[in-house]
C-alpha cells in the first residue's frame, strides 16, 4: 500500500473543512462506538458465563498483552505506515468479534472465547494505538494538529454517551450476541473510510530502512532521550498519568460510597468531569491554537492536580460536581495539547514509537496502580491518598515548568 501527496487544496483547508481529515474522524468515530459497545457486550458476557472474580479476570486480561507489547507496536506503525496498520487493527478486530458472535448465537461455550477475544483486542490495541497517534499528523499541517486533538476529544465523548446505550440496547434485543454484532458492524464501518483516507509521503531521508525492529525501538528511545522537547514531555505524560488514574476511577467510587452520595452522585460526578473535558475539546476544536501551549499544558497540569486534592474534601454532590468540571477542562486541556505538541515536535518518521513511549504509561502501568490505591484508601482514608496523587500529578506541571524547551514549546 503506497501513500500519496496531499493535494494542495486539502493542505489549505482548516482540519475541521478538510474532506480527508473529516473522513478520518468519521473512522475514528465509528471504531470507537464500536469499542464502547464491545466492552458492553464483554463484560455482560463474562458475568453471565461465570463467576465475578472470573468475570473481572476476562476484563482486565487486555491490558497485559497491551502493556507488553507496546513499544513493539510504535515499531510496527513506523515500519508500515499508520494507515496500513490502522486498517489492518480494524479489520482483525471486526473479524474477530463477529466471529465471536457468531459463536454465541449458535452456542454457549463459556469463557474460553471471551478470554481470547480479550487477550487479542489488548494485542491489536498495541498495534492499534500507537498507529491511531501516529496518523494526524500525515493528514493535516501541524498547525491544525491542535484543532485535530479537540476534534478527536469530541468524538471520544460521542463515542463514550452513544456506546455504552446503544451496547446496553443490544444485549436487551438479543444477549450478548447482538451486542457484539453491533460491534463487529460499527467497526467495519471504519474500514472503507480509512482505505479512502489520503496519507502525505514522508521525505526520502525520513524513510525507515534500518534492517531490524529491535534496532527500530533502540533508535526510537534514543531519538526521545535526546529531543529536548519530547524527552521531558514524555515524562509530563507519565507523572500526570500515574497521579490521575487512580482518583479518578477507583478513588472515585469510594469517595461517594464514604460521603453517601450512592450511584447517582458518582453519574452526576463523571457527567461534570465530562462536561469540562467537552469543553476543552470543543475549544481546542474552534480555535485550532493555543498560545505559548508548552506554558499553558503545564500550568494546567498543576491546576488540575490542586483540583483532584479539592474534590477529595468537597463536602457535597454539587461542590464535588464543580470540582470535576474544574478536573475535565484543565485535564482535557493539557491531555489534548500534549497530544498535539508530541506530534508537532515528532519527525513524522518516529511518531509510531513516540506515541507508543507516552502512550505505555496511561494504558499500560497507570491502570495497575488502580488496586493500590484503593488499599491505600482503607488505610489512610480518601483526602491523604488524593492529596499524594495530586501531588505526583503536580510533579509532571513542574517538570514541565522547569523545562525551558517544554514552557516555550508552542503548536
Known amino acids: 500500500m503506497t501513500t500519496t501527496r496531499l493535494p494542495a487544496a486539502d493542505i489549505a483547508r482548516p482540519a475541521h473543512r478538510d474532506p480527508n481529515v473529516l473522513r478520518w474522524l468519521g473512522a475514528y468515530a465509528s471504531s470507537a462506538i464500536g469499542d464502547n459497545v464491545y466492552y458492553i457486550a464483554l463484560s455482560w458476557a463474562a458475568v453471565r458465563a461465570g463467576t465475578p472474580a472470573q468475570a473481572g479476570l476476562v476484563m482486565s486480561l487486555s491490558a497485559v498483552p497491551r502493556a507488553l507489547l507496546m513499544l513493539g507496536g510504535g515499531v510496527i506503525a513506523d515500519r508500515f505506515g499508520p494507515r496500513r496498520v490502522v486498517i489492518g487493527s480494524d479489520a482483525v478486530r471486526c473479524a474477530a468479534v463477529l466471529a465471536v458472535a457468531l459463536l454465541l448465537f449458535a452456542a454457549d461455550p463459556g469463557l474460553w472465547p471471551l478470554t481470547l477475544l480479550a487477550l487479542l483486542f489488548g494485542a491489536v490495541d498495541a498495534v492499534f494505538m500507537p498507529a491511531v497517534g501516529a496518523l494526524p499528523a500525515r493528514i493535516t499541517r501541524r498547525d491544525q494538529l491542535a484543532r485535530v486533538q479537540g476534534m478527536r476529544g469530541l468524538v471520544v465523548k460521542l463515542a463514550h454517551v452513544v456506546g455504552a446505550p446503544l451496547g446496553g440496547l443490544g444485549v436487551a434485543l438479543g444477549g450478548a450476541a447482538t451486542a457484539f454484532g453491533i460491534a463487529g458492524l460499527l467497526i467495519a464501518v471504519s474500514v472503507p473510510l480509512l482505505v479512502s483516507v489520503r496519507v502525505g509521503e514522508l521525505p526520502p531521508n525520513d524513510r525507515d530502512t534500518r534492517p531490524g525492529a ?164 482503607g488505610v489512610w482514608g480518601t483526602g491523604p491518598v488524593f492529596t499524594a496523587c495530586a501531588a505526583v500529578c503536580a510533579m509532571a506541571g513542574v517538570v514541565g515548568l522547569g523545562s525551558s524547551a517544554v514552557r516555550r514549546a508552542e503548536l
Open 214 to 377: 529491535r534496532q527500530d525501538l533502540r533508535a526510537g528511545l534514543r531519538y526521545i532521550r535526546r529531543h529536548r522537547v519530547l524527552g521531558p514531555l514524555v515524562l509530563v505524560v507519565a507523572l500526570g498519568d500515574l497521579g490521575f488514574v487512580g482518583p479518578l476511577n477507583v478513588g472515585l467510587t469510594l469517595l461517594a460510597d464514604r460521603r453517601g452520595w450512592g450511584a447517582s452522585g458518582v453519574g452526576w460526578v463523571l457527567a461534570g468531569f465530562g462536561i469540562g473535558a467537552g469543553a476543552a475539546s470543543l475549544l481546542l476544536a474552534v480555535r485550532g491554537r493555543i498560545p505559548r501551549a508548552g506554558l499553558v499544558l503545564s500550568v494546567s497540569i498543576v491546576g488540575g492536580a490542586g483540583a483532584i486534592t479539592a474534590l477529595a474534601h468537597v463536602p457535597s454532590v454539587p461542590a464535588a460536581v464543580a470540582a470535576a468540571v474544574a478536573i475535565g477542562l484543565l485535564a482535557g486541556l493539557s491531555g489534548a495539547l500534549c497530544g498535539a505538541l508530541l506530534q508537532t515536535e515528532s519527525d513524522p518518521a518516529y511518531l509510531g514509537r513516540v506515541t507508543a513511549v507516552s502512550s505505555l504509561v496511561s494504558l499500560g502501568v497507570a491502570p495497575l496502580t488502580m488496586p493500590l490505591v484503593g488499599a491505600a484508601i
